[in-house]
């Protein structure tokens, strides 16, 4: 289990005065999007799948925590916003969920990118093969992983916010 994470052009399905409103992210794919070594799932497009505890864990080590979750992650019966952060809701306040993106969440994704690398130095971004094992694996594959992820977001969010009337990032 896990979530999918689709940024871009937000699309609208309902009817004016109706119950119900559904909205997505326009499916994309770039020639100059970031590809990564074993991300066969999400290629060169808009969308990914991480499992809850990935996306979660990345948020923490990425200083984002608080952009997609607020302080604590927990809902009672809404998540609180964490007062170090610029979003007044968090982005994945609600799951499955929506929320539109703009210019501050571009910049929170590229100064936490740019830590990254201030930090790590430079690696090769991508993600273990499957069916390495864990004794196998390189001393800094979670960095690297990391890394992939970042640098996917900052492209997608950057791409949406300048590209896009209704920029959104959409979790399912």
Not at 16 to 23: E, F, N, P, S
């Amino acid at each position: 289990m896990g979530y999918t994470i689709a940024i871009g052009e937000a699309c609208f399905d309902g009817e004016k005065g109706g119950t119900w409103l559904r909205v997505w992210a326009k499916p994309e794919a770039h020639d100059t999007a970031p590809v990564f070594p074993n991300d066969e799932m999400t290629r060169n497009g808009n969308s990914r799948s991480p499992s809850y505890t990935a996306w979660s864990n990345f948020c923490r080590d990425t200083g984002l925590y608080g952009m997609f979750f607020g302080l604590d992650g927990r809902r009672n019966p809404y998540m609180q916003a964490d007062p170090n952060c610029h979003r007044e809701t968090p982005i994945m306040s609600d799951h499955p969920g929506y929320a539109m993106i703009n210019a501050e969440d571009v910049l929170a994704v590229k100064q936490a990118l740019d830590r990254h690398i201030a930090k790590h130095g430079n690696l090769v971004p991508g993600f273990r093969d499957w069916m390495e094992k864990d004794e196998d694996a390189p001393a800094d594959a979670m960095e690297c992983a990391q890394r992939a992820r970042l640098i996917w977001l900052h492209y997608w969010v950057d791409w949406a916010v300048r590209s896009c009337e209704w920029p959104v990032l959409v979790n399912s």
